[in-house]
């Protein structure tokens, strides 16, 4: 059955790609860029299929959101022989489904002044990229400011402002639909548009 779900058509060139477009996600805040396209399993896009191919291997660990297939497990596991743990605060990446019943930001890793690279990155799949409230972006990568209107609960975008005034700690995010894929990284800050001045806008 699993053999039945392939991977990359082309695993050098495809996971290449990918690549440029996950880093070119987080150098450029707020921007979408295109994934290699995947027939994922039920429960992962194809982006966030991509980017688990491009970014997990034997030495990754990687949790789960409750709730997820098996099947996305059991694929993970075929392609890039990843490793699963139940602690948000143990893995290397974690990929939430649904982000109404996602774990506060504070639940994973944020990294330590040491080594703040050692850090929980998230892998967000959404219905879309856009539709929801929006927030204005600002750091690097943004030459002024950049807008974006991610689908995300509301409280989300304050614990996104108390992360990001610890820096160098935090967590980078990749946000995934489709084939289109967004980065956030922990560098940028952002200010979330009152509704009152989105109604007038």
Avoid: K
Avoid at 57 to 75: C, K
């Amino acid at each position: 059955m699993l053999t039945q779900l392939p991977g990359f058509t082309d695993p050098v060139h495809d996971s290449q790609q990918t690549f440029r477009a996950l880093l070119d996600a987080l150098a450029q805040p707020g921007l979408c860029q295109t994934t290699v396209a995947v027939a994922p399993p039920a429960g992962l896009t194809p982006s966030c299929a991509a980017a688990a191919l491009t970014l997990l291997d034997l030495e990754t660990t990687v949790w789960l959101q409750p709730g997820l297939p098996q099947a996305v497990s059991d694929w993970l596991l075929f392609h890039t022989g990843c490793q699963f743990t139940e602690a948000p605060q143990a893995a290397d990446f974690a990929l939430i489904g649904q982000m109404a019943t996602a774990p506060p930001l504070t639940a994973f890793c944020w990294g330590s002044p040491e080594y703040p690279e050692a850090s929980t990155s998230l892998l967000v799949q959404l219905p879309a990229l856009q539709g929801g409230r929006s927030a204005t972006l600002q750091g690097p990568g943004i030459l002024t400011e950049r807008a974006i209107a991610l689908p995300v609960p509301d409280d989300f975008w304050a614990q996104w402002q108390a992360m990001t005034s610890r820096y160098p700690l935090g967590v980078d995010s990749w946000w995934l639909s489709g084939n289109q894929v967004l980065g956030l990284p922990r560098t940028t800050r952002l200010q979330v548009l009152e509704v009152e001045e989105e109604m007038s806008a």
